[in-house]
Every structure is written in C-alpha cells, then in structure tokens.
C-alpha cells in the first residue's frame, strides 16, 4: 500500500497533514479514523498523541501487512479539542471504507460525550481511553462504550490511597485538606463525585477551584491555594497549557512539588519542560511506562522510521504522551484482532470489533507478545466490565525525564464500581434504555 500524504484543508475541518488515506478502503482494508489535534491551545499535548498512534498503526502494515493480511488505512481529523468540530468529524468519517470506521477515539471528554448516542446508533465502538464518562464502564448500558484500562474516578481513588500511604495510613486522611485544580469542563469534572464521597468517608475536607479554559490565568487561584487554605496536597486535572501555568504558579506561591500530583493527562514532558527547575518534583499518575526501551519501540525505529517514514523525529518517540497514542492503537487493533478471531481474517464491521473489545485479554504473555513486556499492567475487558479498572503508578518529575516513584496501586473498586452502576442505572432510566443482560 502506498502511503499518501495528505493536504492540511485552509477551511472547515483540517485533516493531519502526517496522516495516511485512501480515499475510498478496499475489501482487505480496515478503515480507522483518528480524531486528533495538531492545531489549536492544546496542540502541545495533542500532538505526541496522534503521533504515537499513528506511528503504531504504520509499524503494524510495514512489518506484519496490516492484521492478518488486511491492510489499515488510518484517516487523521483534526478537532482542535473543539466538541462541533469533533461531531463533524464524527459524521464525516464513520461510514468510509468498505465496512464503515473501526472505532473512534475522540481523545476528549466533551467529544466522547457528544457522540455515545449516536455511535450507539451507527454501531461503531467508542474508545475513551482513560477519560470520557466514567459511568460508560458498565458495558450492560452502554455496550458501544469501552474505557479500558482504568477511568477517572478508578484514578481518584487510586491518588487518595497514594496520598494516605504516604501520610502514614488512611485513618491519617482526617482532618486533611486536599485541593483539586481542574480544567472547568466536563473532563475536569469527572473526578469531584467521587473524591467528594471518600472525602466523606476518610475524614478530609475537599475544595474545588475550576480553571477557565485554557488556563493562562492562575495567579488568583494560586494565591488563595498557596496563601489562604495552604491545603496538604493538592490534585490536577488539567490539559494542554493549564498544567505547566498551574506547575509555574504553584511554585511562584511557594506550594511543594511533591505535594501536588496530576491527573494522567496533567503528566508529560509538554507539562514540565515550560517549567524548568521548578518543575523538579512534580508528581502525575500513569498507566505504562515512559521511555523507548521497549521492543515495540524498537519495531517502530526498525520499521517505521529506519524507512524515512516516521510521523514525528526520533528524538520524541518513548515520550509520555507518544507512548499513551501508541498503547491507545494497540487496544484499537488488538480489538480488531480479536473480532478476526471469530469472524474471520478480513475487514470488520463495527459491531464485530464491538464484540472484540468486548473479549479482549491482554495477558502478561499477550503483551509480551506485542513487545510491551512490563510496560503496562494485563487488561481484561467484559460485557459488565468495559474499564478493566487496572492499578496505576505515580511518576514524579526529575528534571529531564519521569521516574516511577511508587508501586502500582489499585483502585477502590469497592466503592467506584457501585458508582458506575448507580449512575448507568439513572442514565438508562432517563434514556429509556433497558440495560441488557451480561452472562
């Protein structure tokens, strides 16, 4: 297959000028959109994304023809983070290609909200990788909807048993003030129900401060953190320019780096490296590795960029957000691969590639297999189950790279899971949605 380079549109919707397309996908073609954003406040952070990803997506039809002889044909959209243009895109590229588009990753909460429905509707699976609706993990109300590995209030959890191990145990908690930065949207949003409810149950008081996008302007909320509540930690949930302004501001007001700990979208390199020295310290949540010392890697130099073909320079592959891009098409084609498995080695349709997610098992010996040995923790999604709820790690920042700074830690499930299931039920009621049966 030959790979063409595509014309950045000057209007409208704008199509990544590193992408790859067709324009119309033969039988032994799997079409896959790729909503990204290379242009617009959080290019930044959008940008490794959508290279790792598509760098993956390239390595598999050099080295292995695509899946099991069917070619991938990836079409990137740029969104600009933008939720009407994401839709356009939406709408634009679901029915291309012989079998219509694999699955979409909005790569935004606001999107992935604004098209569950109507993917419900086409038939084409949504993966939110670690973001979107967190409640979408109960797959009996929204089969169309997969969150794997783990999801925001699964991450909030996980940061408050953090925050108690380090003050000594949970009991510790009472009497803590915990503060949460969060980009004001409906990402930022997601993680306050449930750091409200263990507020509750810990003991600790819980303070909100909302950040109007972008998040340029901080010093008032930094100056009433730093000078007026002098909270014991204080938690991230911000994106794109947000987080290296809040890590700047929280040291011009004296807060310790190692107190302050962001989302897994509030840490990589775009986020510290504005930030110089002062960026020393900071701490973020993760689910796989940084770095470029991992097979896969190694395929991707060998046969992506050893070919003059790479999306982005050598120098960027292993960065945080790179390798989140790369891991989100790994789920995308190993669901395909797993719908194969069942229906047969050609293009899938979306509902097949459902049922793939559905039954997807990336075991210890699976991932070894796609040369990601100890890079991320095994994933197993379910009918019941779309998130897997896999344990997370915190990275802290070193200056020039991230280290592991913790053991993986697992989420509450005891009490997120009920959440889900609480939230799905008051969903389907109000959709009129009649839950189906998981075996």
Request: hydrophobic share 40%.
């Amino acid at each position: 297959m030959r790979f063409t380079k595509l014309i950045l549109a000057a209007v409208g919707l704008a199509v990544g000028v590193s992408g790859f397309a067709v324009s119309e996908a033969k039988a032994a073609e799997q079409f896959i959109p790729s909503l990204v954003y290379r242009t617009g406040p959080y290019a930044p952070n959008g940008t490794p994304f959508a290279d790792g990803a598509m760098d993956y997506y390239k390595m598999l039809n050099a080295r292995d023809g695509g899946i099991n002889g069917v070619k991938l044909v990836v079409e990137e959209c740029d969104t600009g983070y933008n939720t009407d243009r994401g839709v356009e895109c939406y709408e634009r590229l679901k029915g291309k290609g012989e079998t219509g588009a694999a699955a979409f990753s909005p790569l935004s909460t606001g999107i992935t909200y604004a098209i569950i429905e109507r993917a419900a509707k086409d038939k084409i699976p949504v993966f939110s990788m670690g973001y979107g609706r967190t409640d979408a993990s109960d797959g009996r109300v929204f089969p169309y909807v997969f969150t794997a590995p783990s999801t925001y209030w699964s991450q909030a959890s996980a940061l408050v048993r953090y925050v108690g191990s380090e003050e000594g145990g949970m009991a510790n908690l009472k009497g803590k003030k915990i503060a949460l930065v969060y980009h004001d949207s409906a990402y930022g949003k997601e993680p306050i129900p449930t750091l409200e409810t263990l507020a509750e149950k810990y003991g600790f008081t819980f303070h909100k401060f909302p950040v109007t996008h972008p998040g340029l302007e901080q010093k008032a909320t930094w100056l009433s953190i730093g000078r007026k509540l002098r909270p014991d930690w204080v938690f991230m949930w911000g994106w794109g320019v947000m987080n290296q302004t809040a890590i700047k501001e929280a040291a011009a007001v004296g807060f310790p780096m190692n107190k302050f700990i962001g989302a897994w979208w509030s840490g990589a390199e775009p986020d510290t490296r504005p930030a110089g020295k002062a960026a020393i310290g900071y701490k973020s949540a993760a689910f796989h590795s940084p770095g470029s010392n991992f097979i896969v890697h190694q395929d991707i130099f060998q046969h992506v960029y050893g070919k003059g073909n790479g999306t982005t320079t050598e120098d960027l592959v292993g960065e945080v957000l790179y390798n989140r891009g790369l891991i989100n098409s790994v789920f995308v084609s190993e669901a395909i691969r797993t719908a194969m498995s069942k229906y047969g080695n050609k293009a899938m349709t979306g509902e097949q590639i459902r049922w793939g997610f559905e039954n997807l098992d990336l075991t210890n010996a699976k991932l070894s297999k796609l040369g990601l040995s100890r890079f991320m923790k095994p994933v197993k999604i379910t009918c019941l189950n779309h998130e897997g709820g896999t344990p997370l790690r915190i990275q802290e920042w070193k200056g020039q790279q991230w280290e592991f700074v913790s053991d993986w830690i697992e989420p509450m499930n005891d009490i997120v899971r009920p959440m889900i299931e609480a939230s799905a039920a008051k969903y389907a009621a109000e959709k009129g949605i009649t839950p189906r049966t998981c075996n």
